[in-house]
Antibody, heavy 122, light 111 residues
Framework: QVTLRESGPALVKSTQTLTLTCTFSGFSLSTSGMCVSWIRQPPGKALEWLALIDWDDDKYYSPSLKSRLTVSKGASNNQVVLRMTNMDPVDAATYYC??????????????WGQGTLVTVSS | QSVLTQPPSVSAAPGQMVTISCSGSSSNIGNHYVSWFQHLPGTAPKLLIYEDSKRSSGIPDRFSGSKSDTSATLGITGLQTGDEADYYCGTWDINLGGSWVFGGGTKVTVL
């Protein structure tokens, strides 16, 4: 059974750096083709893809947020960490981590965490 | 403004069918597989369809996906009250170095 859980601060201040951790079970990020993605949804708005890290430690970022994002494998082999610098109130959103498969057909976003709501104070 | 265009809302009575369109371009839908996601209020989004038309594990055959040129379509037949949710299409876009993009979402209302 695959599970993913996002953790991190519920409230950050403008200009601060947000650090979120995705702790997962039921799969290995070392398996060829396996990835973890981060996706967010501001209140009342659409889903927005942020970043992806794959089994080979390759990383991909949203072009519009690339300068502010860093995704990495955590200290434990079942964790992925997302850092977003210079937070702004417009970054308030529910942040999801997602088990993602990479293959001939592209990316498949199979399993989603429950998400963590982040508020940004000005 | 989303790269992929979806209608804001569609509605139908229980038992009826709805279709949701997702319009893109050659940089995305025209050359990459499309996925569809269901987002029920208060829950995590769920993968319904991947690679244009393949149903994810456990998804009933009431849900179907198709694609033609630079547009994709999600169909839901035998509409149920539990299908009332937001639906998103998504695909890879090669512009700006490549990234995954989502549509703006479509709210399905069961009348």
């Amino acid at each position: 059974q695959v599970t993913l859980r996002e953790s991190g601060p519920a409230l950050v201040k403008s200009t601060q750096t947000l650090t979120l951790t995705c702790t997962f079970s039921g799969f290995s990020l070392s398996t060829s083709g396996m990835c973890v993605s981060w996706i967010r949804q501001p209140p009342g708005k659409a889903l927005e893809w942020l970043a992806l890290i794959d089994w080979d430690d390759d990383k991909y970022y949203s072009p519009s947020l690339k300068s502010r994002l860093t995704v990495s494998k955590g200290a434990s082999n079942n964790q992925v960490v997302l850092r977003m610098t210079n937070m702004d109130p417009v970054d308030a959103a529910t942040y999801y981590c997602v088990r993602t498969r990479s293959g001939f057909g592209g990316y498949v976003f199979d399993d989603w965490g429950q998400g963590t709501l982040v508020t940004v104070s000005s | 403004q989303s790269v992929l265009t979806q209608p804001p809302s569609v509605s139908a009575a229980p038992g009826q069918m709805v279709t949701i369109s997702c319009s893109g371009s050659s940089s995305n839908i025209g050359n990459h597989y499309v996925s569809w996601f269901q987002h029920l209020p208060g829950t995590a989004p769920k993968l319904l369809i991947y690679e244009d038309s393949k149903r994810s594990s456990g998804i009933p055959d009431r849900f179907s996906g198709s694609k033609s040129d630079t547009s994709a379509t999600l169909g839901i037949t035998g509409l149920q009250t539990g299908d009332e949710a937001d639906y998103y299409c998504g695909t890879w876009d090669i512009n700006l170095g490549g990234s995954w993009v989502f549509g703006g979402g479509t709210k399905v209302t069961v009348l």
